[in-house]
């Protein structure tokens, strides 16, 4: 890898994009040289943090609570490199986040509060929170057309603030869909008390992101080792858990409009769809009385769309098109957490044709989370 | 899907199969004609039972242990036709099994103690119906020359007497390899109480086959409803997180030459293995202390085979192929839980030349289980 760096790093400074490379370089990758392109590069999975939760998630880290998704911000308090780089690229809107995007000719984020989003706080922190860092967004939008799309927070604690701030989100923020960090308080989203929050999402016709966490307290104690709470394992266990949960528990018969978005190629399942449905048939056979109006199988195709976010693989790329249509399929980086220029290095150079890296690329994000052209 | 086991019955009928279909089918599964081919069709994860492992599964069963994994041993305990079907076939090597082999072009069953094996009982009680199964194994291969190899359990809570009966299978049996059904008591393989069996797996040249079984204690509470201990999350959850355990812990840094196969292709792993290795060196960079010598990608592609078992996609086929290599990919059926037609279909028709279809369906096996020829 430092090999493959430093090759590009050298590419770069000969194609003359040295002025707004090198900050980035420091971070580690160079940019690619971004070429012109028939297509805008929207990038869908994009994290910021604001003050307020960097504050709230540091006092958190401060207590004793055993949890793993507060590693990331223990570490926040120590002087390391890359943890200091990850703070203030996480805090960054318009300095180093901008600059590696014009570097990369990627023209717009798609940016979510970074996980777990406001979920470990108490309802009225997190309502809080959450509502200051949707005004936040709408701010960034506007003062930057064309340059950014945002997800709207919500504290699942009270799901009637829940709705209420889903609401004010859409119709008067114009923010473009939901981000939910996975589990709140080790509960999903097949529980009915989070019920409004999924009628809310249909009704406004706006699709949730369900982002990986470090797994749930139900989970966790089989991967505190060897740092697989991470997306070696954990980030997946937890939020397959949570769309299986999903898809299982009847709750796209109940929203059959609701949208998931899910990130890293479908968190796996659109590997196990074939398994899924084989075991289901054999549970609920056609025509039996248990057997879900959309078993989950026709769910995941009709209700989920998925991004390449942390998977810059071009075999899995070409499975999920076979499996579920180049029209459900969207683009992401996960910056800061990745870097842009492998990002968009392996969807520039992915094996399809240009009308489909159009789509993922463009159309796809356009669609699903209503942005203007 | 009962439209098309009708269509398969009419073909059956027709084509004259009807004498060994007939018992077959009314399990509900018409055989496949079977054609003349250029290959044996040895299948690698085919479950029995032998009456001292469904008698003292059965004495679980009526506790009060609140284990997923007897679900199915309380079930048998019923009268409903499946699960009698089930415990009759699990018991049944040369009834309906050689009929069912016949009747659709299998030649060869790799048998194994089905899951969970003995690893629920005391040690005691373990170690004596594991080298019971054993002998009973060798004596089925015996009487029926090319038509069964199998797979020799051993008991995990005692290792040195496990490492005994793994030495005994191989040397005096002459048995092909060992299944273990992954978790022991909430304990994985990682763990250095186990490597005792890893080094005797290492030493004697033959595979371990770590099967699926409900999720242990450290994973249950997320999946208890929806049927979800089952294939559609749990299975893949329990054997990911042992395999990854294991990839990430140094196991193969010890046991270079230790072989691993997973079922149902591979348990999720294949599609991961970009975004584990991603992150693997983001956490240990090339040349940092921690790094193993064979990081975890590395290893699943020098230490691991996997089989076909329970996933009859080809878009999933042409994947793993691609990602792991032809040479890397047995087939399987998973006898007596899933039905042996539709798994011949899928492998007969898979769009893969027909020298990778000799290699997944005869040659591979041959090679990792040392099955003559």
């Known amino acids: 890898m430092g090999g493959d760096r430093r090759t590009f790093l050298k590419l770069a400074l000969a194609a003359g994009s040295l002025a707004e490379g090198t900050r980035v370089a420091e971070a580690g990758e160079a940019p690619v040289a971004p070429a012109k392109v028939a297509w805008r590069r929207i990038a869908t999975e994009e994290a910021f943090a604001t003050p307020a939760q960097m504050e709230a998630m540091g006092a958190l880290g401060r207590s004793t609570w055993n949890n793993p998704d507060l590693a990331l911000w223990r570490s926040f308090t120590g002087s390391r490199g890359e943890r200091m780089r990850l703070r203030r690229a996480l805090l960054d809107i318009t300095d180093e986040r901008l600059a590696d995007m014009d570097a990369n000719g990627v023209d717009m984020h798609v940016l979510s509060l970074t996980s777990p989003g406001v979920q470990m706080f108490d309802a009225e922190t997190a309502v809080r929170i959450a509502a200051e860092a949707n005004d936040f967004l709408a701010g960034i939008i506007e003062r930057h057309p064309g340059r950014f799309a945002g997800l709207a927070a919500f504290a699942p604690q009270d799901p009637a603030a829940a709705v209420r701030e889903m609401e004010r989100a859409v119709r008067e923020l114009k923010l473009n869909g939901f981000i939910l960090n996975s589990h709140t308080n080790n509960e999903y989203l097949d529980n009915p008390k989070y019920f409004p929050i999924l009628e809310a999402a249909e009704a406004l016709d706006r699709p949730i992101y369900i982002h990986p966490r470090c797994p749930s307290d139900l989970l966790v104690e089989g991967c505190r080792e060897y740092g697989m709470t991470s ?104 910056y800061p957490y990745e870097r842009t220029a492998p990002a968009v290095r392996f969807m520039d150079s992915a094996p399809i044709p240009d009308a489909d890296r159009r789509r993922i690329y463009q159309a796809n994000a356009e669609r699903v989370f209503h942005i203007g052209g």
């Open 231 to 334: 997306g070696m394992w954990g980030f997946y266990a937890e939020t397959s858990l949570h769309a299986t949960r999903m898809l299982l528990s009847g709750v796209f018969d109940r929203f059959p409009r609701l949208k998931i978005v899910l990130g890293h190629m479908g968190e796996g399942l659109p590997y196990w769809l074939w398994r899924i449905g084989n075991i289901y048939d054999a549970f609920h056979p056609p025509g039996s009385a248990t057997r879900l109006r959309t078993p989950p199988v026709e769910a995941f195709r009709r209700n989920f769309v998925i991004t390449t976010s942390g998977v810059n693989d071009p075999d899995v790329l070409t499975y999920v098109i076979a499996k579920l249509g180049v029209e459900n399929v969207m683009w992401a980086i996960d």
